[in-house]
C-alpha cells in the first residue's frame, strides 16, 4: 500500500483534511491499495476523477460515484472533509466526544453529529471478534442511574443492578478487551458469554460470583473473594478488567452522560477499539479506524429502530 501522510494532531487534522481533493485521495489509498482503480459499479479500470466534485466517473458504464458509497458515510450530504475530522476526534478522543461538542467542532447539528458518532462506531464494532486466550480476566459491572431516582414515567423494567443495564466484559492481560451488553447474571447466561469470548483453555481470573464456578471444567479458572476484602492473591485478580470498567464508565458518565441501553454495545465497541489499540499513537489509530469504513452502513431509521 502506497505510504499514507497523516498528521500527528487534531489541529494538523483539521488542517489537512480539510482539502476535498486530499480526503478523496487518502480515502482512495485505503479502498485500492497497491492494486489499480476500478468503478465501484461495473469493475471497469477505466475511470477518472471529475474536476468540480470529489467524484469519479467510468468511462465503460458511464456511471459517476463517490467515495462515501459502500461506507458508513454513504448517503450522507456532508462533504468528506467533515467526516475524516469527525473520524479522527472520535478515535482519539480518550473519553470520547458527546454529539454536542462535535456538532459544534464541525458546524453541523446535534442531530447530524450523534448520527456520525453512530456511524463510526458502527464501522469499528468488533461483531463478536477474536476470542481472548492466553491470561483473561472476566466480570459483569452495572451502568446507569438507579432506578428508585427516576421519574415514574421514566422507569425501566431492567435486571439486576436496581434498574442498571448489565455488562459482560472480559480483557486479556496485555491484549486486548471485549465487552457486551447481557439480559442477567445467571450462571448460563455468564458461562456462555466466557464460552464465546475466551478460548478454552486459557487461565481465567475472575472474583467469586458463583456463576462461574463450573469454568474450571473447561478453563484454568482461579478466583478472588471480594465480599471479605480479597483483591490479589499473586497473579490471582481482576484489576485490569476493573481499571477497563473505570474507563468506561468515565466516558459514559462524564461525555455522553445518558446512554440507553440499546446504544450500549456501540459505546462499548468505542471504548474497546481505543483499548485495544491504546499502544498506537493516534495517526495510526485514525489509519486503521478509516480502513474499516467500507462496506458498512447505518441509516437513521436502523440507529433509532424505526426501520
Known amino acids: 500500500m502506497t505510504p499514507l501522510k497523516t498528521p500527528k494532531s487534531l ?37 477518472y476523477g471529475m474536476r468540480t466534485r470529489p467524484v469519479f466517473k467510468c468511462r465503460d458504464c458511464k456511471k459517476q460515484f463517490s467515495l462515501k458509497s459502500n461506507t458508513v ?96 466484559g472480559a480483557v486479556e492481560r496485555g491484549g ?21 469470548t475466551v478460548k478454552i483453555g486459557s487461565t481465567v481470573y475472575s472474583d467469586s460470583e458463583a456463576s462461574y464456578n463450573a469454568l474450571g471444567i473447561v478453563y484454568d479458572h482461579s478466583s478472588v473473594n471480594h465480599k471479605i476484602g480479597q483483591y490479589a492473591k499473586g497473579k490471582v485478580h481482576s484489576n485490569t478488567i476493573e481499571n477497563y470498567w473505570s474507563l468506561v464508565k468515565r466516558a459514559l458518565k462524564g461525555t455522553y452522560i445518558h446512554v440507553e441501553p440499546f446504544h450500549l454495545d456501540r ?17 495510526g489509530r485514525f489509519i486503521k479506524a478509516a480502513s474499516m469504513i467500507f462496506g458498512k452502513s447505518l441509516t437513521y431509521a436502523e440507529l433509532t429502530g424505526t426501520k
Request: charged share 25%; aromatic share 8%.
Open 11 to 47: 489541529q494538523e487534522a483539521i488542517l489537512y483534511y480539510s482539502s476535498e481533493a486530499v480526503c478523496v485521495e487518502f480515502l482512495s489509498t485505503l479502498l485500492w491499495g497497491e492494486g489499480e482503480r476500478c468503478c465501484l459499479k461495473c469493475g471497469s479500470t477505466a475511470i
Open 73 to 168: 458515510m454513504q448517503n450522507s450530504p456532508l462533504p468528506i472533509t467533515k467526516w475524516v475530522p469527525a473520524l479522527w476526534m472520535v478515535i482519539n478522543c480518550k473519553n470520547g466526544i458527546s454529539s454536542y461538542e462535535m456538532g459544534r467542532a464541525l458546524n453541523v447539528t446535534q442531530k447530524t453529529a450523534w448520527h456520525m458518532n453512530h456511524r463510526i462506531r458502527e464501522a469499528i464494532a468488533k461483531n463478536g471478534g477474536e476470542k481472548l486466550s492466553g491470561s483473561v480476566e472476566i466480570d459483569e459491572t452495572y451502568i446507569g442511574g438507579i432506578e428508585k431516582n427516576r421519574h415514574t414515567n421514566a422507569k425501566r423494567d431492567l435486571a439486576g443492578g436496581n434498574g442498571k443495564t448489565i455488562v459482560f
Open 176 to 196: 486486548k478487551v471485549q465487552a457486551r451488553v447481557i439480559n442477567d447474571t445467571h450462571a448460563r447466561t455468564l458461562q456462555n458469554q466466557v464460552l464465546a
Open 267 to 283: 459505546y462499548l465497541d468505542e471504548q474497546g477499539f481505543r483499548y485495544d489499540n491504546r499502544k498506537d499513537n493516534d495517526s
